[in-house]
Nanobody
Framework: QVHLVESGGGLVQPGGSLRLSCAAS????????WAWNRQAPEKQRERVALIDSDDTATYIGSVKGRFTISRANNGSAVYLQMDNLHPDDTGVYYC????????WGQGTQVTVSS
């Protein structure tokens, strides 16, 4: 069974940056995509970024130009660089793999507050 573990969350002031990492216990290869999702307090989980096997990245409108998703070529990790963070970016961030298997990590807390 493959596990995903996120890291890099924390408390940051508005305008600051964080880099999230998600490591797979076994490299994930083949047809599939990596995604980052977040769940704000009392809101539904939403997908914020996705990168497919061709390295094509897509983002929700509220993070375009501020967040960058990237992945390790060997299928072992995915990253989310978050710049110019806003208080509305606060939430638990989850990575997931979307392929023959759909795998989710446990999440990492991001809090943007002064």
């Amino acid at each position: 069974q493959v596990h995903l573990v996120e890291s890099g969350g924390g408390l940051v002031q508005p305008g600051g940056s964080l880099r999230l990492s998600c490591a797979a216990s076994t490299a994930l290869r083949g047809i599939g995509a990596w995604a980052w999702n977040r769940q704000a307090p009392e809101k539904q989980r939403e997908r914020v970024a996705l990168i497919d096997s061709d390295d094509t990245a897509t983002y929700i409108g509220s993070v375009k130009g501020r967040f960058t998703i990237s992945r390790a070529n060997n299928g072992s990790a995915v990253y989310l660089q978050m710049d110019n963070l806003h208080p509305d970016d606060t939430g638990v961030y989850y990575c997931n793999w979307i392929g023959e298997m759909k795998i989710w990590g446990q999440g990492t807390q991001v809090t943007v507050s002064s």
